[in-house]
């Protein structure tokens, strides 16, 4: 019998996790299944049980339940339990042992994917929620100049610049609002924020955008997301969607789980001619 392995979520059905694994495991000849599990919205508990009883030996967690998988572990990795979030579980003789690699992922995209280096820039975090929270401690640790966390309620931005100080060593970190963006400008603009799922567009100052600057959404879609459509007209010079990070976090749970760390570059331009194929 093959390994059994599940992304978690609700709603599920479109999740790109069972072609990403098992293009890896095609790649890397490992045996194993991996299938989009839909649990209900107050049934991730239940849902985590019954996956372990049918002999399940981990699972990707995505939308809206990485909280609850946080609050479900018996173990935690520092960047999890920094993160306050679980996105990939490793059920380990009867404990749940948990991970969380999208901060890991997003890194990896820029530096190696998109070829820009971290350290030294300043970089600027959008938004204040659990996206954000999850990839602050990993950008922290490549040694930006700068990181800001600009956020729509200045208050959260704030709490987490201070949550996340001991870790700031060189960089300058700070929170606050929109309006404080004005007369700044970064090297690389990340948007973790949910503002494109309404289709709201973000009240950033003009002029945030320095010269080169990458502007980087961790939403992806069939065509340009609000957010890099804005960063576009703002003079940004290159532009890139969370598709990048999508196939990096799973690269990276995947290595965790199988001990092997897969090739991502092809994975990742199925996905986009796929996702093209689709606008
Ligand atoms: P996630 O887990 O995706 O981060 P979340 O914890 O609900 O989801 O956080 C959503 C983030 O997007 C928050 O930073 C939120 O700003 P507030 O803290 O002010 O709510 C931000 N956000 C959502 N819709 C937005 C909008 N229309 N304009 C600006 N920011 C928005």
Redesign the pocket.
């Known amino acids: 019998m093959s390994d059994l392995y599940c992304v978690f979520g609700n709603p599920i059905a479109h999740s790109k996790s069972p072609a990403i694994h098992a293009a890896f495991a095609q790649q890397t000849g490992e045996d194993l299944r991996y299938e989009a599990r839909l649990a209900a919205v107050d049934g991730f508990f239940a849902a985590i049980s019954d996956f372990v009883a049918e002999g399940g030996c981990g699972a990707n967690v995505t ?1 809206p339940f ?1 909280e609850d998988a946080y609050r479900r572990c018996d173990r935690l990795s520092d960047r999890a339990a920094r993160a306050g979030a679980v996105n990939t579980l490793q059920f380990i003789n009867g404990s749940v042992h948990g991970d969380n690699t999208d901060g890991a992922g997003l890194v990896r995209d820029i530096r190696v994917n998109l070829g820009r280096r971290l350290a030294g820039q300043r970089i600027l975090l959008l ?7 999850g990839v602050i401690a990993p950008l922290l640790a490549e040694n930006p100049a700068a990181l800001v966390i600009a ?3 200045p208050d ?1 931005a704030q709490q987490l610049a201070a949550a996340f100080a001991d870790l700031a060593a060189g960089a300058v970190l700070t929170g606050g609002a929109f309006a404080e963006l004005r007369d700044q400008q970064f090297d690389i603009v990340i948007n ?4 494109s ?2 289709g ?1 567009s ?1 009240p950033l100052p003009a002029g945030i955008f320095a010269p080169g600057c990458l502007a980087y959404d961790m939403m992806y879609g069939k065509g340009e997301t609000p957010f890099l459509a804005l960063a576009r007209t703002q003079g940004a010079a290159h532009c890139a969607d969370g598709l990048g990070m999508l196939v990096e976090q799973a690269a990276e749970a995947f290595s965790l789980w199988r001990g092997k760390r897969p090739e991502t570059a092809g994975v990742l331009a199925s996905l986009r001619t796929a996702l093209s194929a689709q606008g």
């Open positions: 939308v990485k938004g204040a929620g659990g996206a954000s929270r956020n729509r309620s959260k973790a924020t949910s503002a799922l309404s709201d973000l």
